[in-house]
């Protein structure tokens, strides 16, 4: 199983419910791989029954075939056809890998403007504190979004000489007006947290233009903070 990061809980919990039994989990820059097992109910007596009958007619018109009851070949060929056609196998049990996708969420896209309204919408406020903040940010814990952003602020955070909080707007970066939610990525390294694609910048400051790939957090009434946990940064 592979699970975006942050929604591992999400998915280890379904998996749980539907029979499955975790076995490790490896974590990687976008997605985490989860290795899963389940243990396969034995045949019944009955089964093992039928199945043995099977076996024994097909027996049967093989050696009676062989011994020319059947007649001629023309004969032979028919009657082996016709008992052929009468027994069917078993359809095969879908495997654990088939299972498992089946099982697998489907809620885990990456939202994006163009592929939620409500996303879009959010990204072109112009209040900070608008109400709309928090409800998406309950509705859509958890769920992975993508947008175009820049870089507003970057503070250290408390007394840290590497660790930062850096407030993101949506959009291009502008010296007079700002766009979307107050995001901010709380207490983070600007090199090992925010997993750059492609090359890794020597800095990055206000006025750094971004595209974000972050995982839905707590939005914060008293200071219109909305919190991001990054996955993926690019230097746009």
């Known amino acids: 199983m592979k699970s975006v990061r942050g929604l591992e809980a999400r998915t280890i919990a379904k998996l749980e419910q539907d029979g499955w039994e975790i076995m490790s989990q490896t974590q990687g820059r976008l997605q985490s791989e989860i290795r899963v097992r ?7 007596r ?3 029954a039928i199945g043995g009958s099977v076996v024994a007619a097909l027996a049967v018109v093989i050696v009676l075939g062989a011994t020319g009851v059947f007649g ?4 032979d060929a028919s009657v082996a056809a016709s008992a052929s056609a009468s027994v069917s196998a078993p359809a095969p049990a879908p495997s654990e890998s088939a299972q498992a996708q089946t099982d697998e969420p489907t809620d885990i896209a990456v939202l994006t403007g163009g592929s939620n309204q409500d996303l879009a919408d959010l990204l072109q406020l112009t209040n900070t504190c608008d109400p709309s903040i928090g ?4 509705e859509y814990a958890g769920r992975t979004v993508s947008f175009d952003g820049s870089i507003g602020a970057m503070n250290l955070h408390g007394s840290a000489s590497t660790r930062y909080d850096i407030l993101i707007g949506a959009g291009d970066y502008s010296t007079t007006e700002s ?3 107050a995001f901010q990525f709380r207490d ?7 997993h750059y694609v492609g090359d890794t910048p020597g800095t990055i400051g206000v006025g ?3 595209t974000v790939t972050a995982t839905v957090g707590e939005y914060e009434p008293q200071t219109c903070l909305f919190l991001l946990e990054p996955v993926t940064t690019v230097v746009r």
């Open 72 to 75: 001629d070949e023309s004969g």
């Open 208 to 210: 750094t233009n971004l």
């Open 135 to 138: 409800r998406f940010a309950d």
């Open 188 to 194: 983070v390294n600007t090199v090992a947290d925010l």
């Open 46 to 48: 009955r089964t093992l």
């Open 179 to 181: 766009d979307g939610p």
């Open 38 to 44: 389940r243990a396969t109910k034995p045949l019944s």
